[in-house]
């Protein structure tokens, strides 16, 4: 069974950089794809982009300006940065895999971490 | 980006009574949508992809349908655990984006 857990800061400061680390067990990080995914409190989602293990990545325009993620394979994990963070940055943020069957993969997700709370204030 | 209209924005059922729950696309997205479930204080819960297709370990009594811009998500008869939030996701271009949720509630 798939596992991801977050890590990271829950309090950022308004133009700071938020960071987050994402931990999988139960499958190897070069196996598949990964995507970072937020949600505002008592709203909906919004999908900040995916990594994978070769550095290939694609973030959502909105975001993209400020957003990096990396991979760690020696630690089977993977890590997300956004810059210049304001109070609308304020989300429960979740890691999450790429589903993939025995015979495709597809770009919904289908293991995810329970997620964090990050607070963008001073 | 392709935008995804979720109605009602709530739903009040009771147990045992039928669901249906609308998304609509923007512009086609093909049979390219999946439905996620998530409950207060959860991470979603993929449900359905590729509009009609069950995941693994969701009961039968969640169905989809639809196809270009109109899409159905479908619960036979309530059972208290699923009262829940609903969301919809497209995969048929960059950026994936969800619609903006149903609440299901008693």
């Known amino acids: 069974q798939v596992q991801l857990q977050e890590s990271g800061p829950g309090l950022v400061k308004p133009s700071e950089t938020l960071s987050l680390t994402c931990s999988v067990s139960?499958?190897?990080?070069?196996?598949?794809?990964w995507s970072w995914i937020r949600q505002p409190p008592g709203k909906g989602l919004e999908w900040i982009g995916y990594i994978y293990y070769t550095g290939n990545s694609n973030y959502n325009p909105s975001l993209k300006s400020r957003v990096t993620m990396s991979v760690d394979t020696s630690k089977n994990q993977f890590s997300l940065n956004l810059s210049s963070v304001t109070a609308a940055d304020t989300a429960v943020y979740y890691c999450?895999?790429?589903?993939?069957?025995?015979?495709?993969?597809?770009?919904?997700?289908?293991?995810w971490g329970q997620g964090t709370l990050v607070t963008v204030s001073s | 980006e392709i935008v995804l209209t979720q109605s009602p924005a709530t739903l009040s059922l009771s147990p045992g009574e039928r669901a249906t729950l609308s998304c609509r696309a923007s512009?086609?997205?093909?049979?390219?949508l999946a439905w996620y479930q998530q409950k207060p204080g959860q991470a979603p819960r993929l449900l359905i992809y590729?509009?009609?297709n069950r995941a693994t370990g969701i009961p039968a009594r969640f169905s989809g349908s639809g196809s270009g811009t109109d899409f159905t998500l479908s619960i036979s008869s309530l059972e208290p655990e699923d009262f829940a939030v609903y969301y919809c996701q497209h995969r048929s271009n960059w950026p994936l984006t969800f619609g903006q949720g149903t609440k299901l509630e008693i």
């Open positions: 590729d509009a009609s």
């Open positions: 512009q086609s997205v093909s049979s390219y």
């Open positions: 139960g499958a190897s990080i070069n196996s598949y794809y």
């Open positions: 999450a895999k790429k589903y993939c069957s025995s015979s495709s993969c597809q770009w919904i997700f289908d293991f």
